[in-house]
């Protein structure tokens, strides 16, 4: 797993932040992880992380990566120092009434309009991003998108919807939307991470690659 990590490390640019995806990952595991190096991981399960906190939350950042329901999020904002997964006004309005704190989120879009998937679509991404905005949440920072492309056994087939991912990033960076700092593009995993950096991910999400296949 050492070796995995600095590997994964040496071949991604300083300004790509690494986090590591831990679903059904043990304790142990993850606690190996972050003694090689890894500072960030990356939760689905509301239940999960709150079965692994009370170990790892003095030791490692840990982010939502999975959909997010309602009725988890007042658990979630507990847990997570990130949601990377916010797709409706409803979702934004949770967080804010639930923390104290200001809570840094992404947008999850859903970029290939997968059924299978949730997020927000594409050419409505800007309209919701407004629309949180203008509700001016106190405990809510919209600090960029998140994205899950398409799985394909050949990766290159992902290109296309990392760049437009990275158009629809800049597109609202120029906005200049108050409270919205665009700064981080979560996309790309094990397979295709490389690719997505390439198209201008500033952040990556990687499992397999890290602790090998899961059981």
């Not at 690494?18 to 972050?34: D, G, H, N, Q, Y």
């Amino acid at each position: 797993m050492k070796e995995n990590i600095e590997q994964i490390k040496k071949g991604i640019p300083s300004s790509v932040t690494l986090v590591a995806a831990t679903k059904t990952r043990s304790v142990e595991e993850i606690k190996e992880a972050i003694k090689a190096g890894i500072e960030i991981i990356g939760e689905n399960y509301v239940q999960e992380a709150e079965s692994k906190y009370n170990e790892l939350k003095e030791k490692v950042k840990i982010h939502c990566i999975g959909h997010l329901q309602t009725n988890k999020i007042k658990k979630a904002v507990e847990l997570f120092d990130m949601i990377e997964t916010v797709d409706s006004v409803k979702i934004a309005k949770e967080i804010d009434k639930r923390t104290t704190k200001i809570m840094p989120v992404l947008i999850e879009v859903n970029i290939a309009k997968e059924a299978s998937k949730s997020g927000v679509m594409p050419e409505e991404t800007i309209d919701l991003i407004k629309e949180i905005s203008n509700l001016n949440l106190k405990n809510i920072k919209i600090k960029g998108l998140m994205t899950m492309a398409p799985y394909f056994d050949d990766p290159e087939k992902d290109r296309p919807y990392f760049k437009e991912m990275k158009h629809l990033f800049d597109k609202i960076k120029a906005m200049s939307i108050p409270n919205v700092d665009m700064e981080i593009l979560s996309m790309g995993m094990s397979d295709s991470y490389k690719i997505a950096i390439e198209e201008g991910a500033t952040m990556v999400r990687i499992g397999t690659k890290i602790f090998g296949k899961r059981e």
